[in-house]
């Protein structure tokens, strides 16, 4: 077969383990199969304005460890693009660019949104493959996401150190972490950081039922709690409350965010010092741990097989423990939520974890 020409770009917010796939996309068709590779600048913007990088020998060196992403990134999308004042479809202009590179293929790495991005230009005849990376592990059709484990690490050592103070201090604190819809990242790092109450958006919480699981721990002695927060969680009264349109409608719940608007209202009902700790961007930043190096690498060079295999239109996921092309039209659009009487849920719940319901 002859030599293809791949283009690559990774969209949507960063996390670690987007370099290790771009090394693992491009040092296998680069290195064992001998076609072309280039990056997009900072996501499907590079892709419109015609921004790249030869991604060489030495471009993929070095570059295994490091967190982020060496072609950088954006949350701007194809037919939603702010151009000076205005918003425009440019999906004809990213067409256009695709057609000019003569591209066999376009590897898109990305979350949930960036996979309904790939789908609109699949639709348009270009052949997509796609990675799903994000710290939320919220993309349907795979097992995980790269950089999911090493969001969830940092978010667990964090709630470890966040114990020491809070028992010291008698304390409630309650640890913000990542997740508008899905609780992937609080429920995991609440586990294994030993959190006493979890609180995600697929579990409407009640305030009072927090506050009494909280009163508990301090009728037994233990004068410090310490909870686990989604940023999405909401009480059963706002989740009612909310209608269609669920990002506007949040906004309007006030300015204060989720936890500290928890945060206030448990130390009302408690009496007991409560204090917020939101972990941010923190847990998108740093070096990947080795799981998702190796699982950053597998998906890549998988990618980079189904490439010269001829194969389009497909994610690729990890499905137990096995690399798996997977329908890109089934993924695009849909969320993997957190089920209320997931294995997880089960466990935390039997080592006595409240989830405020």
Known sequence: MGQKAIGILTSGGDCPGLNAAIRGVGKATRGTYGNQIIGFRDGFRGLVENRIIRLDNAALSGILTLGGTILGTSRDKPHKMPVGSQTMDMVDVAVDNYHKHHLDTLVIMGGNGTQKNAYRLMERGLSIITLPKTIDNDVWGTDVTFGFDTAMSIAAEAIDRLHTTAESHHRIIVVE??????????????????????????????????????????????????????????????????????????????????????????????????????????????????????????????????????????MVAIRRHKCKAVSLKKVAGRLKNVKPDHPWVQSARLVGTSFGD
């Open 177 to 314: 972490i990542m997740g508008h819809r899905v609780g992937w990242l609080a429920l995991g790092a609440g586990i294994a950081g030993g959190a006493d109450v979890i609180l995600i958006p697929e579990i409407p919480y009640d305030i009072d039922s927090v506050a009494d699981a909280v009163l508990s721990r301090s009728r037994a002695g233990k004068r410090f709690s310490i909870i686990a927060m989604a940023e999405g969680a909401l009480s059963t009264k706002e989740r009612a409350a909310l209608g269609d349109d669920e990002e506007e409608e949040r906004d309007e719940l006030g300015a204060e965010t989720a936890s500290v608007r928890l945060a206030r209202q448990l130390q009302e009902i408690t009496g007991l010092e409560a204090r917020v700790t939101a972990l941010g961007h923190l847990q998108r930043g740093g070096t990947p741990s080795p799981y998702d190096r190796l699982l950053a690498t597998r998906l890549g060079t998988t990618c980079a097989e189904l490439i010269e295999e001829g194969e389009s239109g497909v």
